[in-house]
């Protein structure tokens, strides 16, 4: 499985609006695209940063379905978060692949 992990670093007097926003808007548009299968939301609880960090990890079965969404979407959605939340949060993104557990 591929994970695409967001981390975003929101202001903390901003963050409610934001993870509302997240959750309303910007996620079913993101998963509208048909690229991830899943989504999950974390709270960073012991973020050494101010405000209030959140991760927001897409889970994709191929690597060309999350390369798709790079080329097709991405740079619109991040463009509608800088516009809405401009100068309140900061993000950096993360691709990872999970590791097959053996017993």
């Not at 991760?55 to 790079?70: I, N, P, T």
């Not at 959605?77 to 949060?89: D, G, Y």
């Amino acid at each position: 499985m591929i994970i695409y992990n967001e981390t975003v670093i929101v202001e903390e007097g901003t963050h409610t609006a934001w993870l509302a926003w997240l959750q309303q808007t910007q996620l079913p548009a993101i998963m509208a695209t048909g690229h991830f299968k899943q989504y999950n939301i974390l709270n960073v609880m012991d973020s050494p940063n101010e405000g209030i960090t959140y991760c927001v990890q897409y889970h994709a079965d191929k690597l060309e379905d999350v390369e798709a969404y790079f080329n097709n979407h991405l740079d619109n959605f991040q463009a509608q978060q800088q516009q809405r939340f401009e100068n309140k949060l900061v993000m950096f993104s993360t691709l990872m692949q999970t590791v097959p557990t053996i017993y």
